[in-house]
């Protein structure tokens, strides 16, 4: 097979996958109860592929990528507070402000080590927080964001109390932007993505714009951040400080790691494991459970994420494993 | 005026020791440890415990504080460190921010998620206030200035042992370049050991300091790491020096911007790192020829 055959065939979609998404879409109809969870995993899921787009296929390390989603929460919120109620613009809205912010900050990352970019992805969502925090006469303070009363979807189905309605216009925002994401990345504009995060040094010898190419992956999750933050603000009818919380960041790292770090579905596949562990986890111990998602993480990366997603690898030798994001 | 470049400057020297280890760490391994500040917590609340339930004196509490965190800090390093420095960034992240996490939650189980309060001696308690009442009015909180001496004393200490002895000059081979290092016959690993334990010992012991200034509570890893990076970040990691101006620079500017425009918070010195980092990638304080 050459590797024109191999491409196409791995941009062409599995047979499973209908399945998948025909299964979540059921969900919400066949248990009413769980709807509201299927809902915040898919806006999650949705979240994760974004910083996918950002670690996964360019390897920039980023700890500070719920700036997007926070800030796409407060502008969707702030436009159907006081603009009008209608969800899609309201999801236009903020997925546009947060590409903006994406642009902006795209500057910052083009530089620098891992660590230069680990603190400038850091400190934005920390501005942030803290312009959120003192803002208080536009933005609720500390107190959050409330009173956002939303309008039904397309004019016809109102939010109900279940989240059944919310759980479905997620799902739709992410089948739709996940498919679109993966288009992407399987062209072969995404082709030349990969091969800078394997060699920068090498992809502009062969004429890559390696700048160009940062700029725009992470202007384009941004905005998938700021639509999963938007989904977020809509469907809970509150936007919080803690949107833009460092643990909001780290959570969405692990579910990507969970999931594994450069396949889209990585992103979704880790957000419904973290989110089914949390329940469990936070269910029996409410308070502690950060210390066994701490524990999970350490001993995660101590036996190898590898391992995690590609069981067969516990019966090789240990020598032939090969770390996922380089 | 000189007031609030006193406390800036004891601040900024708090956090220097806060940082240090960190900065070397760093330097020396090309590891991100956001675990940092978990030490620092440990050396806080030892010392905390010990006066509290013990009754131990102040004093006799900082050296214990040091002690205890740096064992802690080596038999880290021997167990779990040592895999990690052959990993990629993301793994490194992973795993130090999983540690800070399990400290947090561990601290809050054992101690309890309020506020410690610490009871200084009394010598440390009062203020002695200079040229009153001019421009140049400046007081100076007696615990500020023990902190500053004591700060000061371990900078020149940690000077002079980077820049006189074997070990330091050692440590700056290992740290420039570390391969070439341990062709030379340095045991780049023994070095890299130690340092780890004097870096987490020299947290704990600035932890135990600030537990008055900074206040100390369970989530103090998470809330302080930002700063400690800030310092490796804006300071580089190739020498002690850049560092030392980071942590001043930012201990000044925080301590200002929140007397002087306290609507704005932190925002002022986020942003100034920002810029910073924007402006020199690599640091502000770098030495040309390291690697």
């Known amino acids: 097979m050459d590797a024109r055959q191999q491409l196409l065939s791995n941009a062409r979609m599995g047979r499973w996958e209908p399945l998948l998404w025909l299964l979540a879409f059921v969900l919400p109809w066949a248990m009413p109860g769980h709807a509201l969870i299927v809902n915040e995993v898919a806006i999650v899921a949705l979240f994760a592929v974004s910083l996918d787009l950002v670690l996964g296929y360019t390897g920039i390390v980023s700890l ?3 700036a997007f989603l926070g800030f796409g929460a407060y502008a969707a919120a702030l436009f159907a507070k006081h603009v009008m109620p209608d969800p899609l613009m309201g999801l236009l809205f903020g997925t546009l402000c947060a590409m903006l912010l994406g642009a902006a900050c795209s500057l910052t990352i083009l530089r620098g080590t891992d660590l ?5 992805t850091l400190g934005m969502a920390l501005i942030l927080m803290e312009l959120a925090n003192k803002l208080d006469w536009l933005t609720g303070g500390s107190d959050g964001l409330q009173g956002v009363m939303m309008g039904p979807v397309l004019g016809h189905f109102e939010f109900d109390l279940y989240g059944q309605t919310a759980a479905w216009y997620s799902l739709t925002v992410l089948l739709l932007l996940f498919a679109l ?6 062209s072969p ?24 190419r940062l700029a725009v992956v992470y202007t384009v999750a941004a905005a998938l951040a700021g639509a999963a933050g938007a989904l977020m603000a809509q469907t809970t009818g509150f936007a919080s400080l803690d949107v833009f919380a460092l643990e909001r960041s780290a959570d969405v790292m692990l579910m990507l790691v969970i999931g594994g770090v450069g396949w889209l579905y990585g992103g979704v596949v880790g957000a419904v494991v973290f989110k089914l562990m949390h329940d469990v986890i936070s269910g029996i111990t409410p308070q502690y459970w950060t210390f066994w998602i701490g524990l999970f993480l350490v001993v995660l990366v101590m036996v190898g994420r590898e391992r995690l997603i590609r069981p067969w690898l516990w019966f090789g030798r240990a020598g032939d494993q090969k770390g996922g994001a380089q | 005026m000189l ?3 006193f406390d800036g400057i004891a601040y900024g ?6 940082a240090v280890g960190l900065s070397v760490t760093m330097g020396l391994m090309n590891f991100i440890n956001l675990a940092h500040g978990a030490f620092a917590m440990v050396g806080g609340y030892l010392t905390v415990v010990l006066m509290q339930r013990f009754e131990v004196p102040f004093l006799l509490c900082l050296p214990i504080a040091f002690a205890g965190t740096a064992l802690l800090g080596a038999l880290l390093e021997r167990t779990l460190y040592r895999h990690m420095y052959r990993k ?3 793994d490194q992240v992973l795993f130090s921010i999983g540690l800070a996490f399990m400290s947090v939650a561990s601290v809050d189980y054992f101690m309890g998620s309020q506020q410690q309060i610490m009871q200084l001696p009394d010598w440390l308690r009062g203020r002695t206030e200079l040229w009153d009442g001019s421009v140049f009015a400046l007081g100076m909180g007696h615990y500020r200035l023990f902190i500053i001496a004591v700060c000061a004393a371990l900078t020149v200490g940690l000077q002079y042992v980077l820049g006189k002895t074997r070990f330091g000059s050692r440590l700056r081979a290992s740290v420039d370049d570390a391969r070439v290092a341990a062709g030379l016959g340095i045991r780049v690993n023994l070095i890299f050991a130690a340092t780890f334990a004097v870096g987490s010992g020299l947290a704990g012991l600035g932890g135990a300091l600030g537990a008055e200034v900074l206040g100390l509570d369970p989530t103090f890893p998470l809330k302080f790491m930002v700063y400690f990076l800030i310092v490796v970040a804006v300071g580089g990691t190739s020498s002690i020096t850049g560092p030392l101006w980071a942590a001043l620079l930012l201990g000044v500017a925080d301590v200002a911007g929140k007397y002087y425009m306290p609507k704005l918070g932190s925002f002022i010195v986020y942003s100034l790192m920002i810029a910073i980092l924007i402006w020199r990638p690599q640091g502000l304080f770098v030495r040309k020829g390291g690697r």
């Not at chain 1, 995404?190 to 160009?212: E, K, S």
């Not at chain 2, 020297?13 to 806060?18: A, G, P, Q, V």
């Open chain 2, 88 to 90: 990629p960034h993301l």
């Open chain 1, 64 to 66: 500070g990528h719920a």
């Open chain 2, 3 to 5: 007031t609030l470049l």
């Open chain 1, 116 to 120: 230069t970019r680990l603190m400038v």
């Open chain 1, 181 to 186: 994401a993966r288009r992407w990345v399987r």
């Open chain 2, 13 to 18: 020297m708090l956090l220097f020791i806060l």
């Open chain 1, 189 to 212: 504009w995404g082709a030349t993505l990969m091969a800078v995060r394997d060699n920068p040094l090498r992809a502009m010898a062969i004429g890559i714009p390696v700048h160009n």
